[in-house]
């Protein structure tokens, strides 16, 4: 019997993966689910798991935090993200395994197949190898989360996304934008050695699709798209220094 637990701020990828672990996994003992980096910090303390189900981006954190938090502690780390197989590459072959959002029962079959046959050889994830890998993994894509699934998004053609309290919402070129349920913040760490740039509380910009500036009448910016974005008066400085960067 294997222990696990699953770390994931989407509460129906939670569902659903417990759901197909009941069904195929048997020998698998659910010991508990989290929906932050830190609650699942405190979770795999508490309960020492073999396995770790682990999405990689969450609000307020991600799966770094959590593998930073446990670098001595052997266990098998499956991970469940919504990149592309291009996007996590990099960390395949080091981690135990990953799951695509939306996962089915075979692959969890085969992940948590993989996680046995690693225990029973007594191979554990190096997590200093696994984070360097995680860092500079190339991130051409990301996975927008739509009613029927997932939009992958080229991380060059979004122009910039707008916050609207817990929502943002995100211009692409030659695309409707989409609206997702996720915090302007997220995008804005996730994003941040992709060029783009916090002009304001409310905007994210990619400076590749800048085509002018103007400081009257309040600073703004107008984009490829032909839009006004204003710049705070405290980005204002830092924008023209990344612009002549």
Known sequence: MLKAVIIDDEKDAIDGLEIMLQGSCPDIILA??????????????????DLVFLDIEMPHGNGFKVLEAIPGKQLQVIFVT?????AIQAIKFNACDY???PANPE????????????IRSTQFTNYQRLLEQMRSRKLDKIALPTSHGFLYVNTEDIIRIEADKSYST??????KPVIVSQIIKFYEEL?????????????????????????????????????????SRR??????????S
Do not use: C, W
């Open 99 to 101: 799951l695509l959002k």
């Open 32 to 49: 508990g689910h989290a929906t932050s980096a830190a609650a699942g910090i405190e979770l795999i303390r508490r309960q020492q798991p």
């Open 107 to 118: 692959e969890v079959a085969l992940a948590v197949d993989r996680a046995r046959e690693n």
């Open 82 to 86: 919504a990149y592309d197989q291009y």
């Open 170 to 175: 995100i211009y692409i070129a030659q695309r």
């Open 235 to 244: 980005n204002k400085d830092a924008f023209l220094l990344a612009m002549q």
């Open 191 to 231: 994003l941040s050695d992709k060029g783009f740039f916090r002009i304001h509380k409310k905007h994210l910009i990619n400076m590749k699709h800048v085509d002018q500036f103007f400081r009257t009448d309040g600073a703004y910016v107008v984009m490829s798209d032909q839009t006004k974005v204003e710049i």
